[in-house]
């Protein structure tokens, strides 16, 4: 019964989240009660101290589609005329120990960086910025498919909602899936 007393006081004492193996540890290195993890564990039963789940709970981490924009470029880069598919993606870059961030806008069919934008701050201004510069530049083309990553700047209600405004196609590429957009990835890591 002394044993058992002290097992409940450890068990409330660590806020119900010990087990056996940890109270067998406890009764040793504090009590100097020295017993095996079974016998606790038939102690413990007996006092009906509920057990504590070890498993994780489930979460589906699946990324939620966005309405109707899905992926309409399909890794075809390689595009028959200009100014009909744009994709865009932003990178970091330390200079003299601060972070700036860097989103870039590339027309497809030469592969040439149209515009560029540069903030402390990766948030939707960035790239709305840098999809302005681009869109004005190119004196806003008509049948437009911009094409991006997944990235929470890109998938904003603000962003979206200038890319509907101007009847650009949106398209983006499967969460964690670089391929959707190599051309983009891998101008910014040259």
Sequence with gaps: MEIAKRILQIYADYNKRLGAYKITYVLRR???????VGRVYRLMKTLQLPRMSTEKPYRNYRHKDNGD?????????????????????????????????????????????????????????????????????????????????GGSQYTAFAFRQLLDSLNVVQSFSKKGYPFDNASCEISLNI
């Excluded at 504090?30 to 095996?36: L, N, R, T, Y």
């Excluded at 510069?133 to 004196?139: E, N």
């Design 69 to 149: 924009c899905t992926n309409h470029l399909h890794q075809k880069f390689n595009q028959k005329s200009p100014d009909i598919v744009w994709a865009s993606d932003f990178t970091y870059i330390k200079v003299s120990g601060n972070w700036y961030y860097l989103c870039i806008v590339m027309e497809l069919f030469s592969r040439k960086v149209i515009s560029w934008n540069i903030s402390v701050i990766p948030d939707v201004n960035l790239v709305m910025t840098a999809f302005k510069k681009a869109y004005d530049r190119r004196r806003c083309p008509a049948g437009l498919i911009f094409h991006y990553d």
């Design 30 to 36: 504090d009590h100097g009660i020295h017993m095996s």
